[in-house]
């Protein structure tokens, strides 16, 4: 939409001979404009308007002539229903099935809660499932929404909020508390409640850009959602005696448990993502006969669903977390990683792992119960290795140590080294006495 303060304005022309016989006229850019009136105090009053809005420095679009807070107030009869699915359609083909997929979980939770007061649809479960599988997967638009989910659907159209009353507190504070809570009314994680509000603060961000609002009205909201704990709990990191005793347990596991052996080494030793050993290929590893290793990581395998992604594929490949989409990621490896690798390709003649290997079931809760005593396992709820971020957590903070014992920062992995104050705050690990020393690495 084409935007100028060029506006020029004539007097009121009158034409008798036709019913609406009073014109008001303007030029914007160059292109006149008109409008005619019954009246000539109509015709005069409109005129003041548009003049009063260019005096007060508004811009006027070129194509309709109108001032942008009239093109604005046009635009805020549309509801948040359609402009959350305008923005899905923007985004869509420049986003990756996984995120694709964070959108319309964030849009489907918010929504229902940006009706008309009072409005409850009486099947919510319901109305979620038709949001998050159809109205905002731009891939199932291609077929018509199942019967239920478009009773649902139409119930939503004609009692969701025009994008005007968004800009209340109290609507937005509606909305924001509706992140924090699941469909059966439990509360949220943290993490989710502050990753759907990232996604519905971009919603508000690209209205703003469209002419849809002046401003972004979550900016200088009063809100806020519940804490994050972003320090590693010791409870669920492992030392490295229990380690080798967990990787023992994993390799003596029956089927899968030789396969995931290097798995887990990968993201104890390196401290890479269970996405990055998933995609790790031998081409990529300098794996010598003896000293230290050197994989160099070129992305990650990500489950984002055949639903969400432009092949129909389950799983989708990335690039490295936050780097361009080219960047490598070179991670030193001690010889004990060397060796499980060397021994998994032997076994195997495949990369450290494959896709079903994150999901294998049992694969951290058996080698606890066989690998460690019931005095290792801190606590139920929270048990020791219970995620695969607790494998990371180790190296991460064993690193930490290392660094404030004077050992070379170099000589740990750089995913290692990439958040030592987190680990710091609650890290209760050894710094193993394999951690190399400077030029020592050994490349092949």
């Known amino acids: 939409m084409a935007m100028s303060y060029k506006v020029r304005f004539w007097e009121i022309r009158e034409r008798p001979d036709r ?3 009073f014109e008001v006229r303007w030029t914007v850019s160059g292109r006149e404009k008109s409008e005619s009136f019954l009246t000539k105090g109509l015709a005069e009053s409109r005129r003041s308007k548009l003049m009063t809005a260019a005096r007060d420095g508004e811009p006027f679009d070129t194509q309709s002539g109108l001032p942008a807070s009239e093109i604005r107030a046009l635009k ?4 948040w229903y359609v402009l959350a699915r305008e923005y899905i359609e923007q985004r869509w083909d420049r986003t990756p099935g996984n995120t694709r997929r964070t959108l319309a979980d964030a849009l489907a939770t918010i929504t229902p809660a940006f009706v008309e007061p009072g409005a409850v649809y009486r099947a919510p479960r319901v109305l979620r499932r038709a949001l998050y599988s159809w109205a905002f997967n731009k891939n199932a638009w291609n077929a018509d929404a199942r019967e239920e989910w478009q009773a649902a659907l139409d119930w939503l159209q004609r009692h969701s909020l025009p994008v005007s009353e968004l800009e209340e507190p109290d609507v937005l504070r509606r909305g924001l508390d509706a992140l924090c809570r699941k469909v059966d009314g439990a509360a949220a994680a943290a993490k989710t409640v502050n990753r759907k509000r990232a996604a519905v603060n971009e919603v508000f961000g690209v209205a703003v850009e469209r002419g849809y609002l002046a401003q972004n009205p979550l900016n200088g909201l009063r809100w806020t959602g519940p804490e994050v704990a972003d320090e590693v709990d010791p409870d669920c990191v492992p030392n490295p005696a229990q380690v080798a005793r967990l990787l023992a347990a994993v390799k003596a596991l029956p089927g899968r448990g030789p396969h995931l052996y290097a798995f887990f080494g ?16 031998k081409s990529q590893c300098r794996l010598p006969t003896s000293g230290w290793g050197l994989p160099n990581l070129k992305g990650g395998v990500v489950t984002a669903g055949k639903e969400w992604t432009d092949d129909g594929a389950v799983h989708e490949i990335h690039s490295l977390k936050r780097r361009a989409a080219k960047a490598t990621r ?25 896709v079903s290997s994150a999901t294998q079931r049992g694969t951290t809760s058996m080698p606890r ?24 957590s180790a190296p991460t903070t064993c690193a930490t140590s290392a660094s404030r014992s004077g050992w070379p920062p170099e000589s740990t992995p750089s995913s290692a080294r990439a958040a030592p104050d987190k680990a710091s705050r609650s890290s209760s690990a050894t710094t193993p006495s394999s951690w190399p020393k400077r030029g020592t690495m050994r490349t092949g």
């Open 19 to 21: 019913r609406k016989g």
């Open 76 to 79: 805020q009869r549309t509801t």
């Open 266 to 281: 990968c993201m104890y030793y390196a401290a890479m993502r269970p996405a990055e050993v998933i995609h790790l290929q």
């Open 330 to 354: 070179p991670v030193p490896i001690p010889p004990v990683l060397v060796r499980m690798l060397r021994e998994h390709i032997g076994t195997f003649g495949v990369a450290p792992t494959d």
């Open 369 to 392: 119960r066989t690998a460690l005593p019931g005095g290792e396992r801190v606590r139920p709820l929270l048990p020791l290795t219970s995620t695969p971020l607790s494998w990371r």
